[in-house]
Structure formats: structure tokens, C-alpha cells
């Protein structure tokens, strides 16, 4: 069998071994092996897919690169979009790029890297019941690709979308923020991931290397009917609730004292305005930020349950209350407009 056959078969009996057969998922009706997977079709629930494609030198860098945790973040970022829907994750794909120095063989710690790199992956997919039904591979010339797609279902008419947030809502966002991009500084800095320690600097690394989507809590928010839009904290807070203000057309006020900023944070030693910026503009927490009604908050945190933080850090607000789509207010000050600025691959 040629190399890459068998680099299939490989990734086929990890797949089998992780309890994802498709014999006992009964609307998989054929997975790895074929020309296509077949799925069954159920009514009253919508399909939700997306795709992330993760680039070398890009998205990440083999150099401080962990491929348990490499293999983790790739399904990771796009469990996040499914739970930003408020979605059920069921059904994954996975194209991967690779580049000469990571050619399956015995050699050069490949087998290695992609045992690995299948470990971090498959071991997220269990935990949240993901199989993965198919892919494809194919050598390229210089840096390794990375192509992940999740699919999952909604109820009808259930899925979240960035266009519901009204006026009065209230705006949550869980657990913490710019955690991952104080570790993107530091692994610029020349730190590097430590799988057993937890100290500030290591907890900055995991969560860019690493980060943890918030799956059963956006399917609960999804089942629960109770928000109006919500998104995940992918290009930085305040560009992501920029696309909720432009999508729902709506303004939003923030308080600044509110926003839930990660501790490792204080690691960078920067004075509060760029604190709070790198904060809000930091890319990748992978946290879920939603509006739903005040009145509603306790049944939001009774779902979030103990374990999970859920920030109410502002307001919706009709559009032309100031001149900007985003205000910040902080303390007892006069709003005033958000500078938006978050990741962007054409602007770099
Ligand atoms: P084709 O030539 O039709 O693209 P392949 O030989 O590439 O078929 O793939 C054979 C089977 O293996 C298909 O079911 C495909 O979905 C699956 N497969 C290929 N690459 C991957 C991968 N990286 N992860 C999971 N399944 C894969
Ligand atoms: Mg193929």
C-alpha cells in the first residue's frame, strides 16, 4: 500500500478506535472509505457546516507548535463557530497540507508528530461525540495546511444568528479574554508551552495553543431560545461585537470595569490603556459573546453552571445613540466611541 493509502487507513482506524463507527451513529450511513460520506436526513433540524483553514507561518508556527495541541485547535476553532450557533457539533472532515519534513515514514519524527497531532484531536472529538467522516491529504511544497469542517444540527429555526440582538439587551461573554494573545506575545518572546505546568505564563501558552470552545454551553443557549445573536470571540471582542452591531443593526454600550480580563494579562507589564486594548482587540479566546434579556440572566447562569463565568459587561442600544456603532464607559464617565480594531489577514 502506498504511503499515503496507508496514512488514510491509519487515520481511519483511529477514527474507529475512538468509538466513531459509523454502525452505531444512525444517521451516519457511511464515513471514511468511499468517494463521499452519506449522511441521513431527519426533519425538523437544520445542518449547520463551516470550515477554518490553518496556515503554517500564518495561523501557527511548527517552531513553538505542541501537535497534541495543534491536532486539538485545528477541530477546536471550528467547534467554536458551531457552538456560536447555538448548534449540536456531530460531523467533522479534515484536509491537511503537508509539507516534505512532515511526510508520514519513518523518519524525521513524523510518525511521531502525527500520532500526536491525532491524539489532540481525536481525544477532543470524543469528549464532545464528533466523528470524523472523511478528508483528504496531499503533499505541498513549503508550509503545512491545516483544513477543518464541522458539521451540526439546530432545530428549525433554532440556530443563533448575528443578526437577532435588540435594543435593551443585555451582553454576556463567558469566561475570560486575551489570554490567548498574551500567549501569542510570549511565544513571539521566546517562550515556550510546558504540557504540566500551570503557572500564568503556561495558562497564556494554553490557551493560544490550546484553547477549550465552549460547545455545551452555546448547544444549551441554542436549545434554550433565550438569546438574541451571538458569536465567538475569534478576531478580538470588540470586532466581533462589531459584526453583532452591524448584522442586528443595533449599537451596544460596554462597561469597561466589566470585562472579564484574563490575569496572565498583567505578565506584559503594559499601562491600563493598552492593557484594555489588547484585551478587546486580542484575538482567539474562543469564548462565546451573546445578548440575551435581563430578565433572563438567572435561568443564562444556572446553565452556565458554577464552573463556567458569564459576564454581563453592557447594554444594547439603538444605533444612532452616538456616532459610533460600539461605546466604552468607564466608571462613572461619559461613553465614548470604541476604536475597532482585531485581527484581519489583509491587513498585516
Ligand atoms: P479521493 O481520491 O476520492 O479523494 P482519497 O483516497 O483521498 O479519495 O480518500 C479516501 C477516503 O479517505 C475518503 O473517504 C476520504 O474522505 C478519506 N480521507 C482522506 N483523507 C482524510 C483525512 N485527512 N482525514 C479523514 N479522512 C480522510
Ligand atoms: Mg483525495
Redesign the pocket.
Known sequence: MSG??N??EK??RR?SQSGQRPAVIPDLHL???????VLGEESGRETLITVDLLVEEVDFRLDYAVPRWLGHKALAVSLSDIAAMGGDPRFA????GIPPSLISGERNGAEHFWEEFFDGYFELAERHGIT??????SAVPAQMTIDSIVMGHSRKGHAVRRSGAQQGQAIYVTGEIGAAATGLRLLFAGERANQSERCLVQQAIRAQLAPDPRVEFGRRLGRSGLVGAMIDVSDGLAQDLHHICNESRVGAVIDAGELPVAPCLDLLGLEQAQRLALALEGGEDYELLFTAARAVEDQLREMAGPDLRLSRIGTIVDQDSGNSAILIRQGDEHPHPLKVRGYDHFSR
Open positions: 499515503e493509502f496514512f488514510i487515520i481511519r477514527s464515513g471514511i472509505g468511499d468517494d463521499t460520506a472532515l479534515l484536509t491537511l470524523l467522516i472523511g478528508g483528504d491529504i
